[in-house]
């Protein structure tokens, strides 16, 4: 991996600015993933992948099979810039191949569920493996295909009338046990030095006017000449 660029292109950010991206890189994590099938409620999306940020968890998977994700800015608050957002929409239907490439990738497929025989959140034992948790569609819930793939099944235990959580919340809920959980034992949950160098450029671009003229100079003339520097 080459970090000469990421060198370059620190000389263009704020002393203040640039102690922040290293210290939230330092927090990101991709032992947690979270995966949202097929929302059709752009604001519930857009308030997870900010729940996402907030919690330093830096990969959401989207499966769009007849819905597509638009993020709705005033409820995300610019958040998806500082993830790695994966869509899955090549096909009328992308959940099969979506957790397929998630269990190639290691990923214990844990589906969120009121309605099947789940384990209490609180229970879960995130030390196993990394997890991946789905979250279904706001009316019907996860698809078959999770149903019959998912490795485990997890649920917040309630105690009212009510029998579900909007999504978003749920998410949340979740990611504050696990994300506390994770960082408060001994998993080796941080991003590798690779891992952190590649996010790290994209982080630096996102904070830069018009970076690809910068990293166009760089590629063109410095990296060439680096005497020039």
Known sequence: MNTD??????????????????EKLSCRTRYITIVLENLYQPHNASAVIRTCDCFGIQDVHIIENN?????????????????????YNQKNHNTKDAINALKANGYKIVATSSNLTSTPIEDYNIENQKTAF??????????????????????????GFTESLNISVAAA???????????????????????????????????????ELIEKH????????????
């Open 5 to 22: 660029l990421n060198s370059y292109l620190k000389q263009f950010i704020n002393p203040k600015r640039l102690n922040l991206i290293e």
């Open 67 to 87: 819905n597509k994700f638009v993020a709705n800015d005033e409820i995300a608050l610019g958040a998806e810039q500082w993830l790695s957002i994966n869509r």
């Open 134 to 159: 789905v979250f279904g569609t706001e009316l019907t819930g996860i698809s078959e295909d999770v149903i019959n793939m998912a490795d485990k099944f997890v649920t917040i235990p309630m105690y």
């Open 173 to 211: 809920i979740i990611l504050h046990f696990i994300s506390w959980k994770i960082r408060n034992s001994g998993i080796n949950w941080k991003l590798s030095d690779e891992e952190m160098q590649t996010i790290e450029l994209q982080w630096l671009k996102n904070s830069i006017k018009k970076p």
């Open 218 to 229: 760089y590629l063109k003339h410095i990296k060439l000449n680096p005497n020039t520097l």
